[in-house]
């Protein structure tokens, strides 16, 4: 509710600047594509901390400190604002190693999920799936 409460403030300040303060359909859309707000509702805030998970750190695990450093943006911040939504969407998972990016995540931003590494002794990485 606090993210679509959020956007539904944007979009009516956007209405009263830019039309007669009336929200329509292709005002709303107009809104949000000037707001770079995509189709399922992430911002550039969003898409910066899910690229920056998945391109420079190949989609975690990596600490919440280390995302903090690289997107200069407060820990709180993250797990605060940016994080539950992205948990909500199913793009992050938050793991004992650090944050991991899911394959969704990967595909919302039109890059390929990587493949699991085998496991350093030749074994599969899963029990029970030996060849």
Known sequence: PRVANRLLRRVRDY????????????LADEALSTLEIDALG?????RRYLDAL??????GPVGVDTLSATLNEE??????VLE????HCG???????????????????????PTP?????????????ED
């Open 15 to 26: 209405a009263l600047v830019r039309g007669d303060g009336d929200i329509t359909g292709a």
């Open 42 to 46: 992430l911002d550039p805030s969003d």
């Open 54 to 59: 998945c391109r420079l750190f190949g989609g």
């Open 75 to 80: 820990r709180d911040t993250l797990e605060d």
């Open 84 to 87: 539950p939504f992205l948990l």
């Open 91 to 113: 793009f992050l998972q938050r793991t004992a190693r650090g944050r991991v990016a899911t394959p969704a995540a990967f595909a919302h931003l039109g890059l390929p999920a």
């Open 117 to 129: 590494a085998p496991a350093p002794n030749g074994d599969s990485p899963l029990p029970g799936l």
